[in-house]
């Protein structure tokens, strides 16, 4: 979450109540530094192994079946699971484990 105000004593009185808050930066940030700071290039291939870390899934590993890079899904074949299926996930929603076999 990100807060913009004119009076630091303020944002800090807000900030206190709040569950896992980190710090303030003081001064002016512009919004390619926002974005930046909050954007992480995932690196998934093909053929890696991932795990799954969002719900109905959560827990679950799989191995990436495909990539939509334009719609920021991965499509899965879980691991240990009867079905060959493939199951569709955010690429945010899943945690590389190990490379390509």
Same mark, same amino acid.
């Given at each position: 979450?990100?807060?913009?105000? /004119?009076?630091?004593?303020? *944002? +800090?009185? !807000?900030?206190?109540?709040?569950?896992?808050?980190?710090?303030?930066?003081?001064?002016?940030?512009?919004?390619?530094? *926002?974005?930046? /700071?909050?954007?992480?290039?995932?690196?998934?291939?093909?053929?890696?192994?991932?795990? &799954?870390?969002?719900?109905?899934?959560?827990?679950?590993?799989?191995?990436?079946?495909? &990539?939509?890079? +334009?719609?920021? +899904?991965?499509?899965?074949?879980? !691991?240990?699971?009867?079905?060959?299926?493939?199951?569709?996930?955010?690429?945010?929603?899943?945690?590389?484990?190990?490379?390509? +076999?």
């Amino acid at each position: 979450m990100f807060v913009e105000g /004119s009076m630091p004593y303020e *944002i +800090q009185d !807000l900030a206190t109540n709040i569950k896992h808050y980190r710090g303030m930066v003081r001064g002016v940030m512009s919004v390619d530094e *926002i974005v930046n /700071s909050l954007a992480k290039p995932v690196e998934i291939n093909v053929g890696d192994v991932v795990e &799954i870390i969002v719900e109905p899934f959560k827990g679950y590993k799989g191995r990436v079946v495909d &990539i939509d890079k +334009q719609r920021g +899904q991965v499509y899965l074949e879980l !691991l240990d699971s009867s079905s060959t299926m493939p199951i569709i996930v955010n690429i945010r929603g899943v945690r590389k484990i190990e490379g390509k +076999q």
